[in-house]
């Protein structure tokens, strides 16, 4: 697949990595010579260098027989008037535009971007992409993957097994029998590095990477059979927080041994030192009887 990608900055040149690894044929543009310098010569690609939105431009890059264009400049304008052009006159199919204003990614005016008015088939938003990815980790804090299916019905979680996982050692193939009410599907395991999509018979082991697919409403039991339940988690925290404070620090309880002064007092308070402690010291000793 020919792949025009316009802006060499940190979010274009991981995108050009990603794409010219996978062995698609990918051309950078950038106003920025030393940015299109860099990835031709650290990456698999071709540099130009030049304004994304210029159609000369775009024809130098190959736009007459490419078959996507990223708009992912620092600009929100350039990269839709980039799609415009590659949409117009060089009739590219698949374009995507990366936008940052919020203004734009109001959904009131997702009718701007359709194909008789601005043509962008995908928008990119890297601020929300990051908000939904924590949103995604504090909902299931115990995998460290995770990807919502079916307008956010299902997730996909990579769950990382323990020594203690219940279901080591048993096949796949039980998981249904042992839990009939539980509606969840293995879809992958990685093992010493290997990602692989398991079979029937095929059994978990310690320290393999599981990729769990379940409806929402399954993910707390789904966590559990996988050793990954919230309760367990807090147990842990409470266990740890109980060690702390009878082990010492800002947290520990302290108690003072008492002092004759203070008389049967509940709460012993620790001898003043210093020139103040000593004179409150006699003064209290005056006053006992």
């Given at each position: 697949m020919k792949v025009i990608i316009c802006g060499a900055g940190q979010v274009g040149?991981?995108?050009a990595r990603h794409l010219s690894g996978e062995k698609n044929d990918v051309t950078v543009v950038d106003s920025n010579a030393d940015l299109v310098r860099r990835a031709a010569e650290t990456l698999d690609v071709q540099g130009i260098a030049g304004f994304a939105s210029y159609p000369d431009v775009l024809g130098r890059a190959g736009a007459r027989d490419a078959d996507m264009i990223i708009a992912a400049t620092y600009s929100d304008e350039v990269n839709m008037v980039t799609c415009q052009v590659a949409h117009s006159v060089f009739s590219i199919q698949r374009k995507i535009a990366r936008l940052r204003s919020q203004s734009y990614l109001d959904a009131i005016y997702s009718d701007l971007y359709r194909r008789d008015h601005m043509p962008i088939d995908?928008?990119?938003s890297p601020e929300r992409e990051v908000a939904d990815a924590a949103l995604q980790r504090l909902a299931a804090p115990a995998a460290f993957d995770?990807?919502?299916?079916?307008?956010?019905?299902?997730q996909l979680m990579g769950l990382r097994l323990e020594d203690d996982c219940p279901v080591l050692n048993t096949p796949l193939r039980q998981l249904t029998d042992l839990f009939s009410t539980l509606r969840v599907v293995v879809v992958g395991i990685r093992r010493e590095g290997r990602l692989f999509a398991p079979e029937a018979g095929d059994q978990l082991f310690a320290g393999d990477e599981a990729y769990v697919f379940a409806p929402i409403e399954d993910i707390p039991r789904t966590l559990e059979v996988f050793g990954k339940s919230t309760r367990k988690q807090e147990r842990l925290g409470r266990g740890r927080r109980r060690q702390y404070r009878a082990g010492g620090g800002a947290g520990a309880r302290k108690t003072w041994p008492a002092h004759p002064c203070q008389g049967d007092r509940t709460r012993p308070r620790p001898r003043r030192t210093g020139r103040r402690g000593a004179r409150a010291h006699h003064r209290a000793q005056r006053r006992r009887p």
């Open positions: 040149w991981q995108i995908v928008v990119i995770t990807e919502t299916f079916l307008d956010g019905d299902a």
